[in-house]
């Protein structure tokens, strides 16, 4: 088979910090942050922090009767947003002759939180009779996939990712396998995540890994790679590309984006939670070695960058053991920093910020970074963003509890 | 307060947005442009709107006309109290 390379013919993203690419990429570049308190008042008025969607999704996807609307959980709700606007963007054409071709490919952590939260409320503290009968296709973690499927009419691969804060990355690297390795042409890909609910919090904050509220500056909660940084802080939000073969994209006269140019993936299979240093360092070279990407041409990488203390010292030492001394040269941002932590979803939204940094030729910055961990001692892009930054590569690492390590190598077309 | 025909067209109308004039009493339920998971739901609806059970063999039910389904409701909203009385007793 000839070599079949994977482009990006389309980019869609709801985002705590805007319900469209553009905004989202504007608004990290000014280094906003989204990150705000919110309370459960039906909960005891219990609090926390997190970065959420405010965007009216109820009006973008009228047309639907109120009962067909009601049976999308919010997952389902953002994705099919957030993959309306990358489909209208490529302006692929799904016809009887193509829509073969064309699959589906999501990643989430915990899939229809909010629906899987009010069925159990029902069941236990409600009325067991009374659950709502459509509750399965609801809950059921296939389910963003099979309503975008239905919404465009996309009859190849179908498949949906579980991998934690990998989730989404997997889903998009798959997907380029998928059509790398001739199954299809086109794939819908990407992931989401909308789990902030009051049992999700209560579970996260169990595990104490999430950063308490800053409460001089809540915005500020989040600090990837500082002296200070304190955990992780939850957000929300979909994110959809379209991938789409090279020549199929060309063919069409489509505007490419970017090219999807290495995919890497690997497991730490040591501990469901510690990261390692060399199966992060792994998915890194296996991204690189791909399509045999040299070092060099990487001048950005959009980290994992969790802000929890075991995260930003392990992902900077996986990044020297790939670079080098060149890891010094290499400026490396953690977004989460500003639309907080999409766990499934990250993934997707950080692989659409990496395909906005290479053609806005720009590095959004870690915000909130004032003065670093010694342990952290790369060039992570502090308080303010770049631009007229003339970037070849672009790296965008996510790694999962479960210890899955997924990594995407982005270039310019 | 509204009649069982009236609550019916509400649930019809304002959840599945079945066009007013499409309900007429010998319309079939499957052809008001509701799929086979509409009309589970429009049952679930009408057991909470009449505070009534539609028993779980309810394929007769979901090929019925407008007009059938209200009898079944009437049917079963007046074996209600008795049932009641029933498990009471």
Redesign the interface.
């Known amino acids: 088979m000839t070599d079949r390379r994977v482009v990006v013919t389309g980019i869609g993203a709801v985002s705590p910090l805007g319900s469209d690419p553009a905004t989202l990429f504007q608004r990290l570049m000014n280094a906003e942050s989204a990150v705000r308190a919110v309370s459960f008042e039906a909960n005891g008025s219990y609090s926390n922090v997190a970065a959420t969607v405010d965007y009216d999704l109820q009006t973008a996807l009228q047309g639907r009767t109120p009962a067909r609307l009601e049976n999308l959980d919010r997952i389902t709700q953002m994705a099919i947003v957030a993959a309306r606007q990358a489909m209208a963007g490529s302006g692929a054409i799904v016809d009887d002759k193509s829509r073969h071709r064309m699959g589906v490919s999501f990643g989430t952590g915990m899939g229809s939180a909010a629906a899987l939260e009010d069925t159990h409320q029902q069941i236990f503290a409600r009325d067991p009779e009374r659950v709502r009968p459509l509750t399965v296709l609801k809950v059921m973690n296939n389910s963003s996939a099979g309503h975008i499927a239905m919404q465009f009419g996309l009859a190849g691969p179908d498949l949906t990712y579980s991998c934690a804060c990998a989730s989404s990355a997997v889903a998009i690297g798959e997907a380029y396998r998928q059509i790398r390795h001739g199954y299809a042409d086109v794939m819908l890909a990407g992931g989401g995540e909308a789990s902030l609910t009051y049992s999700c919090f209560r579970s996260w904050d169990a595990m104490r890994v999430l950063a308490p509220m800053d409460a001089e500056t809540p915005s500020a909660t989040c600090r990837p790679f500082a002296k200070n940084r304190k955990g992780l802080v939850l957000g929300e939000g979909a994110a959809m590309v379209v991938l789409e073969e090279r020549d199929h994209a060309l063919r069409r006269g489509a505007t490419i984006h970017a090219e999807l140019a290495g995919y890497g993936s690997s497991n730490d299979h040591t501990h469901i939670t510690r990261p390692s240093v060399e199966g992060q360092a792994r998915a890194m070279e296996l991204a690189l070695a791909d399509r045999k990407t040299p070092h060099c041409a990487i001048g950005y990488v959009n980290a994992h960058g969790t802000g929890t203390p075991m995260n930003d010292p392990t992902e900077t030492l996986a990044l020297k053991q790939v670079f080098g001394t060149d890891a010094f040269r290499i400026p490396v941002s953690s977004t989460k920093s500003m639309h907080g932590h999409l766990l499934g979803g990250a993934g997707a939204l950080e692989f659409v910020i990496s395909v906005l940094a290479l053609t806005h030729r720009a590095i959004p910055p870690t915000a909130n970074l004032d003065s670093a961990d010694p342990a952290c001692d790369l060039d992570y892009v502090p308080l303010h963003g770049r631009e007229g930054i003339d970037l070849q590569s672009v790296l965008s690492n996510s790694f999962a509890f479960g210890g899955t390590n997924a990594v995407l190598l982005v270039s310019r077309a | 307060m509204p009649n069982t025909s009236e609550m019916l067209q509400t649930i019809l109308t304002?959840?599945?947005?079945v066009p007013e004039d499409r309900i007429r009493r010998e319309a079939k339920l499957t052809d008001l442009g509701l799929d086979s998971?509409?009309l589970?739901?429009v049952?679930?609806e009408v057991e909470?709107t009449f505070h009534i059970r539609v028993p779980q063999d309810s394929a007769a039910i979901k090929l019925a006309t407008i007009d059938e389904l209200l009898a079944t409701i009437t049917q079963l909203v007046d074996a209600a109290p008795a049932r009641r009385e029933a498990e009471a007793g």
Do not use: A, P
């Open positions: 304002e959840k599945f947005s998971l509409d589970i739901e049952l679930f909470d």
